[in-house]
């Protein structure tokens, strides 16, 4: 095993624009490299455009963390007009980004990571008695009969038996780093299809406030939507009855299903909490704002920064600072007018691009050159990982209690120490118990809204400021957000009423960029080192520590002709 280089070419699920290379030596990851395999050109298409347009444009980048590219869009450009709008419509994104993670975060464990550590093939050996008898033990969900688990059990019969297994195709079953108990893995099935159907329900939310699912319709200023509620084409009480039952189904299922699934899989995978850990630096802009969003203090998620793992202390963050964030393209395929060593706060970004790297299929990449279309940020020289971890680890250190409680509980019942919190298992667990929080958090920004109809504030937009011929000759401005996958951060300038820059910084940007000029690894690169590697020619472990980020990158990378060609257009919007 000694020295030999492995590739995992496509990573995610979601889609397979990410390539890992690591070096192994002795059954462990010694050194690991993380390729964006496309160009990301979104920003070249902005320039000229109306501010007002890009959420619309911005939102498209991604249609699996849909809503949080427009949100992030219309913050920008409310910022660099000094636009405010009304509690109702910041209510009303707040329930939409609750409906994002909810749906998001229950997605990424059933359908993107749990076959990782779920064994689809053992099910088949599992006593339906049994699972009911697990499942009524950790929870008081109602699928919980022996028959309906044989149920499940017969349909992944039927698929083995046909030699095709469907949509659990291509997985590494038998590997023997899998360790559940075949009982386990057919409750991880089950809620699989289960979690199949339920994800698709509570995105309806998006389509009562944005008009549809994916890309709901945002608006500079507030929301699109009116409230009425004697209207029938309005946002009225049918509508809101329908937000309510869908938040409460949706609190029922994490509690009942998410949360006990995750409690009941980690004590069998605890060597995890030791394996994955990676950077020490964390980074989060934070978001649900609780006094508008102007007033970072009202965050439920805080803002900040964490470094050295020292959870008591929080770093303030400003991403306006032109000292804090800055991208470099050391070993990223684009171009600076100042040459690849210089670095460039996102308001002076650059979108250059002239390839002259290999060209797939090739073996290796050339690690010691540029090999990646994502580029490097840095927060204030630091390389910082970003996603579920580094908010709850952000909430934590700023004392944040609901985040300090679940975690304190959680941590408590399965007997186990803060650090392992530094791991592949606390990143998994990260999610879940962020998800827990959404869905109380849902339910009372539910009720404000509720609140403040009553008392006859119906407004969910603010017409100040839309006019362009009241704007500056030029403005500036930044848009932050959380995205599920991590800190999120659209920045635009604007002259003339017109677009003359826009730079996005993303998550899996922060997460999967390439080394720095320091060669400093990213959060994905140094999360690898260590890992052990039981069988190369199926790299499991790899494949668990990298989804435990959830990568997505399609905002990261984005396909662009070199020559600025008209290549396809859907009529979506």
């Known amino acids: 095993m000694n020295g030999k280089r492995i590739v995992v070419d496509p990573v995610t699920r979601i889609e397979g624009h990410l390539r890992i290379e690591a070096e192994v030596e002795n059954g462990k990851i010694v050194d690991a490299w993380s390729a964006g395999t496309m160009v990301r050109g979104i920003e070249t298409i902005l320039k000229g455009r109306d501010p007002r347009d890009a959420w619309a444009l911005v939102g498209r980048v991604c249609g699996v963390c849909t809503s949080t590219h427009s949100l992030t869009s219309v913050r920008a450009v409310e910022d660099a007009l000094g636009i405010k709008v009304p509690p109702n419509a910041e209510l009303i994104r707040n329930l939409m980004f609750h409906t994002l993670y909810l749906q998001d975060h229950v997605v990424h464990f059933y359908h993107l990571h749990a076959l990782d550590w779920v064994d689809v093939v053992s099910a088949l050996k599992a006593d339906p008695n049994e699972v009911s008898r697990i499942q009524r033990s950790i929870s008081k969900w109602s699928k919980s009969s022996p028959g309906y688990f044989k149920d499940v059990q017969d349909r992944i019969k039927k698929f083995v038996a046909s030699g095709q297994l469907g949509i659990f195709a291509n997985g590494y079953w038998g590997h023997k780093a899998y360790k559940l108990p075949p009982e386990i893995n057919l409750l991880g099935v089950a809620h699989y299809l289960e979690a199949l159907e339920w994800q698709k329900e509570v995105v309806k939310i998006h389509t009562i406030f944005g008009g549809k699912h994916p890309h709901p319709n945002l608006v500079v200023g507030g929301m699109p939507c009116s409230i009425n509620l004697n209207e029938v084409n309005a946002i009225n009480m049918e509508r809101l009855n329908l937000v309510h039952k869908l938040l409460k189904e949706a609190q029922e299922f994490v509690s009942q299903v998410y949360i006990p699934d995750i409690m009941a899989v980690a004590p069998y995978y605890l060597d995890w909490a030791g394996i994955g850990g990676g950077l020490s630096n964390y980074l989060a802009y934070g978001d649900l704002p609780t006094g508008g969003y102007e007033d970072v203090k009202s965050f439920r998620l805080p803002r900040g920064a964490v470094l050295d793992r020292n959870l008591n202390e929080v770093q303030e963050v400003n991403a306006k600072d032109m000292d804090q964030i800055k991208e470099g393209i050391g070993h990223s395929w684009y171009e600076y007018s100042g040459g690849d060593d210089v670095t460039l706060h996102p308001f002076d970004g650059e979108t250059k691009f002239n390839y002259t790297g290999p ?191 959830d990568p997505c990158l399609a905002c990261a990378v984005h396909l662009y002709s070199e020559k600025g060609e008209h290549v396809h257009q859907l009529n979506t919007f």
């Open 359 to 549: 060209k797939p299929p090739y073996e290796h990449l050339d690690v010691d050159k540029k090999y990646s279309w994502i580029k490097t940020p840095r927060w204030k020289g630091h390389a910082m990982e970003v996603g579920p971890l580094s908010r709850m680890l952000v909430g934590y250190a700023a004392k944040q209690p609901d985040i300090v409680g679940i975690v304190n509980d959680t941590l408590g019942a399965l007997k186990l120490p803060a650090t392992v919190l530094f791991s592949t298992l606390g990143r998994t667990a990260a999610r879940a118990l962020e998800s827990s929080l959404i869905s109380g958090w849902a339910l009372d920004d539910y009720q404000s809204l509720i609140n403040n109809i009553k008392n006859g504030d119906e407004r969910t937009f603010n017409p100040v400021s839309w006019e362009p011929s009241s704007w500056p000759s030029t403005a500036q401005g930044v848009g932050l957000t959380e995205a599920p996958r991590g800190a999120l951060a659209h920045f635009i300038k604007i002259k003339d009423q017109k677009i003359e820059n826009y730079q996005l910084v993303v998550p899996t940007t922060w997460n999967g960029s390439p080394r720095d000029a320091k060669g400093q690894r990213s959060a994905f690169e140094a999360s690898l080192i260590g890992t052990p590697v039981a069988d190369l020619e199926q790299p499991l472990e790899i494949i668990r520590t990298i989804h435990s980020f």
